[in-house]
């Protein structure tokens, strides 16, 4: 089992920037991946940013350019830096790992960006 707490939402205004975290705990080693994900009321859980083990990483077109996504293995956390927020980045922030073929996800953090 791989426990995934999240942290860092909130409210920030449009331009604005926040830094989420997640720590993996529990069965750790071997976690394939790494990653966030978002849902905006009404819409499906979509990807935000990913990275590999082997540390490659992949983003959403809407993150490109605003986003990055690291980690430090020494804090078993991967964080998710958001620069230049806009209304529409508003939604619960998920992590997610894979281990082994099975998906861990976080419980979430809620951003809001105001206009």
């Known amino acids: 089992q791989v426990q995934l707490v999240e942290s860092g939402g909130g409210l920030v205004q449009a331009g604005g920037s926040l830094r989420l975290s997640c720590a993996a705990s529990g069965s750790i080693f071997s976690i394939a991946s790494m990653g966030w994900y978002r849902q905006a009321p009404g819409k499906q859980r979509e990807l935000v940013a990913v990275m590999s083990n082997g540390g490659s990483t992949n983003y959403a077109d809407s993150a490109k350019g605003r986003f990055t996504i690291s980690r430090d293995d020494a804090k078993n956390t991967v964080y998710l830096q958001m620069n230049s927020l806009k209304p529409e980045d508003t939604a619960v922030y998920y992590c997610?790992?894979?281990?082994?073929?099975?998906?861990?996800w976080g419980q979430g953090t809620q951003v809001t960006v105001s206009s």
């Open positions: 997610r790992s894979t281990r082994w073929g099975y998906i861990y």
